[in-house]
């Protein structure tokens, strides 16, 4: 019998995570099928309930319902406490369980794909929602020299900052038009910029060569990639990676073992798909 997963979003149909997916079992040779599902803004818990209750295997988790997945389950990992969000279910023994590989995937895509240091840098996220929440952890495990979380509510940077900061590491949470300083890895997590805005900055916070990711995805040139082009910095790339590696992250967990991402990653950013 074919193993059967999906992603559960509103809406869901833009999802490449089917395309990923399937691609995946093509490489390990694992008989599966995903799919897309589009629960009702209302009605999540009841989705995903009847979606395991028919034999389902895991499920991936998008926005909006991140936050809902981490409250049904039983069981959560260490990094999914952290996050208070879930992307990634699956049952056992009746319970649900679930992780956030968010962190994870994009650390992968940065570290090991693009081969950015992420150590002893200066990092900027913009944003303070929970796809934020879901890679501060995995960000600073990997020792950057502080962290400056900008936001356009002052007390959402400030709670995420005090949530996540420690003696270690300096973590600060400002308001978007206070950001101060010049940074090495700027993160965009700023869901306006998907519809053309791009929310105002103070000049110069682009160290020279720094790095620019968009944690979105697109056919196109996000607003913030092309700011960041505007502002000088030296490599600049869109969420894809991310996307692919934190569904290798879920992949494994549910299989038991890692796919390459590198083929899959190659095949979706190639111009006939």
Not at 124 to 150: C, K
Not at 171 to 195: K, P, T, W
Not at 239 to 259: D, F, K, N, S, T
Request: hydrophobic share 40%.
């Amino acid at each position: 019998m074919t193993d059967r997963y999906a992603v559960f979003g509103n809406p869901v149909r833009h999802s490449r995570s089917p395309d990923i997916h399937h691609a995946f079992a093509a490489q390990t040779g694992d008989d599966l099928v995903y799919e897309r599902i589009e629960a009702p803004l209302d009605g999540f818990a009841e989705a995903v309930a009847g979606f395991f209750d028919s034999g389902g295997r895991g499920a991936n988790v998008t926005v909006p319902f991140k936050e809902q997945a981490f409250a049904l389950c039983d069981r959560l990992t260490e990094r999914a406490r952290q996050a208070g969000a879930v992307n990634t279910l699956w049952r056992e023994q009746g319970e649900l369980h679930g992780d956030n590989t968010d962190g994870p995937g994009l650390v992968a895509d940065l570290r090991d794909n693009l081969g950015w240091p992420l150590a002893g840098q200066r990092l900027l996220i913009l944003g303070a929602g929970g796809a934020v929440r879901g890679v501060l952890g995995p960000l600073l495990a990997e020792r950057p020299a502080d962290v400056v979380i900008g936001n356009r509510t002052l007390d959402k940077a400030r709670a995420l900052a005090e949530r996540f900061g420690g003696a270690a590491i300096a973590v600060r949470g400002c308001a978007l038009e206070q950001v101060q300083g010049r940074f090495d890895v700027v993160i965009n997590a700023v869901s306006a910029g998907l519809h053309g805005e791009m929310p105002a900055l103070p000049p110069g916070l682009i160290a020279p060569g720094a790095h620019a990711y968009d944690m979105v995805y697109g056919a196109q040139a996000t607003p913030f990639m092309i700011w960041a082009r505007q502002q000088g910095a030296g490599e600049i790339r869109d969420g894809l990676g991310m996307l692919v590696e934190q569904a290798a992250q879920a992949y494994r967990i549910w299989r038991g073992r890692r796919p390459h991402t590198g083929p899959v990653l190659s095949a979706l950013r190639s111009p006939s798909r």
